[in-house]
């Protein structure tokens, strides 16, 4: 298992976007389905979205769907969070994880961590 390397955060106005990238050197992402997950200030971590390991699957929690994308690049072993229209309350820490889509998509594999990429929405 290999520390997955997230990308992409910063400090946006409300409605604006992001674009997160997720990447585990050494390891090949395209082999797994992969997870967003995400931890406010003062609250525990949670689920954003998933994607199966061929990408034909997506799973989204219901505060981002219609506004947030998962994606993968298998050629470049990558894995995307697209972040529309930002609100404050989307401020955490966003990391990947290695998921089993078709056992529980909502819940990382290994609790092995990034660092993750800090997203600030503004109001």
């Known amino acids: 298992q290999v520390q997955p390397v997230e990308s992409g955060g910063g400090l946006v106005q409300a409605g604006g976007s992001l674009r997160l990238s997720c990447e585990a050197p050494?390891?090949?992402?395209?082999?797994?389905?992969m997870g967003w997950f995400r931890q406010a200030p003062g609250k525990e971590r949670e689920f954003v979205a998933a994607?199966?390991?061929?990408?034909?699957?997506?799973d989204y929690a219901d505060s981002v769907k219609g506004r947030f994308t998962i994606s993968r690049d298998r050629a470049k072993n990558t894995l995307y969070l697209q972040m529309n229209s930002l609100r404050p309350e989307d401020t955490a820490v966003y990391y990947c994880?290695?998921?089993?889509?078709?056992?529980?998509?909502?819940?990382?594999?290994?609790?092995?961590w990034g660092q993750g990429t800090q997203v600030t929405v503004s109001s």
């Open positions: 994880n290695t998921i089993n889509y078709y056992s529980d998509p909502r819940r990382p594999l290994y609790d092995y």
């Open positions: 050494g390891r090949t992402i395209s082999s797994y389905s």
């Open positions: 994607i199966s390991y061929r990408g034909a699957n997506t």
